[in-house]
């Protein structure tokens, strides 16, 4: 059992949000074995709330396109609220992954305009020949999103464990009726986010940095008895 322990770890360990693909499609038997492989994850009364829109070539091609349209114009909305705000250490941590990031590519601190063109990057699928879009049906509300969440990470974790790169990026749902027009999404479904996948460009900057975890006496909370 150990060395499945390990195994799992050196997964979890390797996978990272990949920031800059080869233009090389993953064949779609692979993707159907991460999907299978990541549908064994619980959820609710075995509910399994996911629905998976795999996105490539012309369609993938046309929602990048609209939803960086409309991200300049800062358009669009998401279906589940984004966070209102991030105070304390959650600030500290995103504020630090951007830095981290800004490092890796050479945007100095203040470049406004060299920042946004980097975050735009979230819109072209940061040249991922493929990616899926999320889905949950709205009446299951808060539960159907934490399903889809174990969906997502064991959607990552199949794809590492075949050398496949990915990033979640909830960028996509905050344009969710442009997502739901393009692909045929219906109104009594949640756009929640997307997965953008395929093989690292492992000597690109921005694939060069690696964000940090909090220590276990952050994470871990034993009461006194």
């Known amino acids: 059992m150990s060395n499945d322990f390990e195994a799992l770890d050196k997964i979890l360990d390797g996978r990272y949000s990949c920031r800059a693909f080869q233009d090389k499609a993953v064949p779609i038997e692979d993707i159907h074995a991460i999907i299978q492989a990541a549908q064994k ?5 075995n509910f399994q709330p996911w629905q998976v ?3 490539s070539g012309d369609v ?3 929602l990048s396109e609209k939803v960086l349209a409309a991200a300049i114009a800062h358009e669009g909305g998401p279906d589940v609220p984004f966070p209102e705000k991030a105070t304390g250490k959650h600030a500290e941590r995103r504020r630090t ?3 981290q990031l800004y490092q890796a590519v050479g945007i100095e601190r203040g470049d406004r305009a060299g920042s946004r063109a980097q975050m735009l990057e979230n819109y072209r699928f940061f ?3 493929q990616a899926v879009v999320i889905t949950t049906p709205k009446e299951l509300g808060a539960y159907g999103v934490l399903d889809c969440g174990a969906f997502v990470t064991a959607f990552m974790m199949a794809a590492e464990a075949k050398g496949i790169a990915t990033i979640a990026q909830a960028s996509i749902a905050e ?3 442009i997502v739901r027009e393009t692909l045929g999404i219906p109104e009594d479904r949640d756009v929640l986010c997307a997965i953008s996948f395929g093989y690292a460009d492992a000597a690109h900057p921005a ?7 909090a220590p276990l006496d952050e994470v ?4 006194e008895t």
Do not use: I, K
């Open 41 to 45: 994850v619980p959820s609710w009364c």
């Open 53 to 55: 829109h795999l996105v």
């Open 60 to 62: 993938r091609n046309a």
């Open 97 to 99: 992954c951007g830095l």
């Open 127 to 129: 040249g991922a020949p």
């Open 175 to 177: 344009m969710s009726d």
């Open 207 to 213: 694939n060069q940095f690696r964000t940090e975890r």
């Open 220 to 223: 871990l909370l034993v009461p």
